[in-house]
């Protein structure tokens, strides 16, 4: 079974930075895609990013275009969600999963496992 926990979440003011982890319970996670869904009380989930298993393919939903970055570090079998600028709408709780679809799908929501998720509210 294939289980994901994320950590790095908190309160940032708006125009911040957070740097979201996601680590696996002991698979490499270059062989999965893995992207981040986010869920914001009340609201459904929001595919926001993935990055394809074994490159560095990335892919970003425009809400999050140009300020979110996803990365993985393979020796310490991480993937990162690095946020910038962050505005007041991003507040939600953040998943890492696992894609079962090709990353370009990743706003269609084909995930397979995701974690607990971590809080980020972004506020003055």
């Known amino acids: 079974q294939v289980t994901l926990v994320e950590s790095g979440g908190g309160l940032v003011q708006p125009g911040g930075s957070l740097r979201l982890s996601c680590a696996s319970s002991?698979?490499?996670?270059?062989?999965?895609?893995i992207g981040w869904f986010r869920q914001a009380p009340g609201e459904g989930r929001e595919g926001i990013s993935c990055?394809?298993?074994?490159?560095?393919?990335?892919y970003y939903a425009d809400s999050v275009k140009g300020r979110f970055t996803i990365s993985r570090d393979d020796a310490e079998n991480m993937v990162y969600l690095q946020m910038n600028s962050l505005k007041p709408e991003d507040t939600a709780v953040y998943h890492c999963a696992t894609v079962v679809l090709d990353c370009r799908y990743v706003e269609q929501e084909p995930f397979g496992s995701w974690g607990q998720g971590t809080q980020v509210t972004v506020s003055s």
């Open positions: 002991g698979f490499p996670l270059k062989n999965y895609n």
């Open positions: 990055i394809s298993e074994r490159t560095t393919n990335t």
